[in-house]
Each structure stands twice: as structure tokens, then as C-alpha cells.
């Protein structure tokens, strides 16, 4: 396939980038393949980057997508440590960072997110980061260790993942939350005071309805954080985890709608036909509960990859799956299934004190969402009565001696 053959670049070579361009050749796709990305590795998990990465569990090849050998044997062509720099959809080409311009037949973004920065005095500091990439948790990784003290802003799973590693690692850990509780934008108050409690209980320190008010430093390096109150936390080191923003704007200078992320149908196609957007970038349909929402999920990057190779080949579109996501903090395994949209009650099934329960959302008689700790079946279980909308009753849901096949109604 020559240079100026057109076929299909993708934009992005992150797990839904990667994850796309396999999907193509699978469904049976035999022209150009292009992916582009900014860092100079091949696609890779990111997931484990808080976690195994951290903890010295996991290397590069593990983190692999897939081994660098299939790019070569699919006829993947990757172009690394490049930018997209414009979009002319007149031409149906991309410019590079590097001066070429490539044509395409269908282009995919799958651009993804990069976390929010926390515009104080003192964020340019040398060891205040924040962690998307490779390049970041390597450096992430360089700070922690016995005697470190690493200062955790935001309260979500990323920091608080973290903050599990930073102690497993025999270093101090705080975390600064400027909300009333941790987890307050994307969990329930049980799931909140059960994960305070479990990392209280291994030596994690919290700030809890704390405002950052300026990293503070000596020799242009961070040595803590001042707070609205006046009080300074020491640290080696502080991690920013407050969010993610969507990549959109090559979307958004080609003309592009883009609302919290670049909007896109059931198909993953964006109003021009030739281009498709995947992952973290999405503002996209969610059927199951009628409305358009962003995720930011491996679940979803999957999810999109699969609807727009589907749509790029021709195939039938994928049937609509239940969104999920999972966490790993010390020995717990958490997974959340669906979303809590209109929700009207909770069912907590099993007891948080055991470390092994599960906490339902539900809107009238049928699941909107489960989030489980140390709890597969609750969470597989829940998974596919969300799917099926299937009407439930909460005194069985309730019971933990009833099992989840005998929970719907």
C-alpha cells in the first residue's frame, strides 16, 4: 500500500485507537490502516499504569495492547511521537507535525482526554503531576518509596489508587478532597465511606472540604500544599487527579459539533460521514437511558471501536452494551455496572464492614447501576438485569441468601 493511498487513519493511539484498528482487519477491512500518535510507543492499557505500574508489577510489554509484531503482520502502519496538527475535510486529508499530509477514505479520532490542570501559584513546581501516560507514571513511580510523602489532589479513583500504591511502596500518603466526601462525583455516600475507611485504616490520611490555595516549593521543587484554611501538607511529591477534558479540538477547528466531548451517533460517526470518533472523546448516545452522556471507560473505548469498524465494513452495528468500570486499591476489587440516572432508592446488598457487598441504584423496579466490592456476582449479575431491564425485587435484591439469578421479580 503506497503513501498516498487512502484508507483509514486513526487519530490516536490509545487503547480505542489500537483497539480499532485490530477491529478492521477482524471484520475483514483490506485497505490502508494508519494510526498516529504523540507518544513514541505502540498502544497500550492505561488502567494498570495507577496500579501494577506503580508497584513495579507490570512492564511495557505487558501493558501491550497487542505485541509489536501484529502491526507488522496486519499491515498496521503506526506513525509515533507525532501530532495531528489540522483536518481538511474538503481534501479528506490530515496534516502532520512532522510536514507530511496523509489522505483518508474514513478517519477515526480517538484522541481521548488529558487531566485538568489546577491553575494556583506553585503548579509549575517541579513534582506536581498528574497522570495520563507512560511518561507520567514512570516519573510518578520515581517519586514514591519508603519515607516519600506523596499529597493526593482529588478525591477519585485515580488518586485514590495512587495513594494504595504509595503506601504498598512503604510511602506516607494524603488525600486533599475539595468535596465533603471522596468519590462525591462519581459514587454513593456508602461507597464513599467504606473506601475513607479502608484507607484510613492503612495509614492514608484525608483533608475533606479542603480548598488548594498554592503548591509551595524550594529550589523550583514542590515541598507541600497550602490549603484555604492556612495549613501546609509536606510532601515529596503531589498528584493532580482532579478530571479529565476531552481532546476536541482538531473536532472542533474542522467544524465538528462538539458538546463536552465530539459528538457522535450509535454508530460512532460524527454529522460527516467520513469521520468517527471513539473513547474518552465522545459526547455519545446512551439508549438504555435516553439521553447523551461522555464516558471515560475502556468498556467505552471497546464499545466505539467495535461500532465504527462495524460501520466502516459494512457490518451490523454491535449490540448496545452496559457500561462498566473497575478499580483495584490494596486488595479490594471494585466494578461498577451502568449508570445512576434517575435513581429514586438504594439497595445495599452484604455488609460494607466485611469488605464484600454490593450497592444498587435503582429507578422504580428496575437497575440503573451496581457498584460491588470484592463481589463478581452482584456485579455480573446486576450487569445483565440492567441490560435486560428486567423489573427486580428490592427484599430479594436485599438478601444475600437469595442468589442474584432469583432476584427479579
Not at 31 to 43: D, L, N, S, T
Not at 142 to 160: E, Q, S
Not at 195 to 213: E, I, M, P, Q, S
Not at 363 to 371: F, L, P, T, W, Y
Request: proline share 5%.
Amino acid at each position: 500500500m503506497g503513501e498516498n493511498d487512502a484508507g483509514v487513519i486513526i487519530v490516536g493511539a490509545g487503547h480505542a485507537g489500537g483497539t480499532a484498528a485490530a477491529q478492521l482487519r477482524q471484520f475483514g477491512y483490506d485497505k490502508r490502516i494508519v494510526v498516529v500518535g504523540e507518544e513514541p510507543i505502540a498502544p497500550y492499557q492505561r488502567p494498570p499504569l495507577s496500579k501494577a505500574w506503580l508497584k513495579g508489577e507490570a512492564d511495557a510489554d505487558s501493558l501491550a495492547l497487542k505485541p509489536d509484531s501484529f502491526y507488522e503482520q496486519a499491515n498496521v502502519e503506526l506513525i509515533l511521537g507525532v501530532r495531528v496538527t489540522a483536518i481538511s475535510r474538503d481534501t479528506k486529508t490530515v496534516a502532520l507535525s512532522d510536514g507530511r499530509v496523509l489522505p483518508y477514505e474514513f478517519l477515526v479520532l480517538a484522541t481521548g482526554a488529558r487531566p485538568r490542570p489546577l491553575p494556583i501559584p506553585g503548579a509549575d513546581l517541579k513534582g506536581v503531576m498528574a497522570l495520563r501516560s507512560a511518561a507520567d507514571a514512570e516519573m510518578l513511580k520515581a517519586a514514591l518509596g519508603p519515607g516519600k510523602r506523596l499529597a493526593v489532589i482529588g478525591g477519585g479513583y485515580i488518586g485514590l489508587e495512587v495513594a494504595a500504591s504509595a503506601r504498598a511502596l512503604g510511602g506516607e500518603a494524603v488525600v486533599v478532597e475539595r468535596e465533603p466526601r471522596i468519590l462525591a462525583r462519581v459514587s454513593c455516600k456508602t461507597l464513599s465511606d467504606f473506601f475513607t475507611d479502608y484507607h484510613r485504616a492503612r495509614g492514608v490520611d484525608f483533608k475533606l472540604d479542603a480548598v488548594v490555595d498554592s503548591f509551595v516549593g524550594e529550589d523550583r521543587h514542590v515541598t507541600g500544599v497550602r490549603l484555604g484554611s492556612g495549613e501546609t501538607i509536606a510532601c515529596d511529591a503531589a498528584l493532580v487527579g482532579i478530571g479529565v477534558a476531552p481532546n476536541d479540538e482538531l473536532a472542533r477547528e474542522a467544524g465538528l459539533e462538539c458538546t463536552g466531548g465530539i459528538v457522535v451517533d450509535e454508530h460512532a460517526r460524527t454529522a460527516d460521514p467520513s469521520i468517527f470518533a471513539i473513547g474518552d472523546v465522545t459526547h455519545r448516545p446512551l439508549p438504555m437511558y435516553d439521553r447523551m452522556f461522555r464516558l471515560e471507560s475502556v468498556a467505552n473505548a471497546l464499545e466505539q471501536a467495535r461500532q465504527a469498524a462495524s460501520a466502516i465494513v459494512g457490518r451490523p452495528a454491535p449490540a448496545h452494551e452496559v457500561t462498566w468500570n473497575w478499580s483495584d486499591q490494596y486488595d479490594l476489587k471494585y466494578q461498577f455496572a451502568g449508570l445512576p440516572f434517575d435513581v429514586d432508592d438504594v439497595v445495599v446488598r452484604g455488609d460494607p464492614a466485611t469488605a464484600k457487598f454490593a450497592v444498587f441504584h435503582l429507578s422504580g423496579d428496575k437497575i440503573q447501576a451496581v457498584e460491588a466490592v470484592n463481589a463478581p456476582a452482584e456485579f455480573m449479575g446486576g450487569r445483565q438485569l440492567i441490560g435486560q431491564r428486567r423489573s427486580v425485587s428490592r427484599a430479594k435484591l436485599a438478601d444475600m441468601s437469595v442468589s442474584m439469578k432469583e432476584v427479579a421479580a
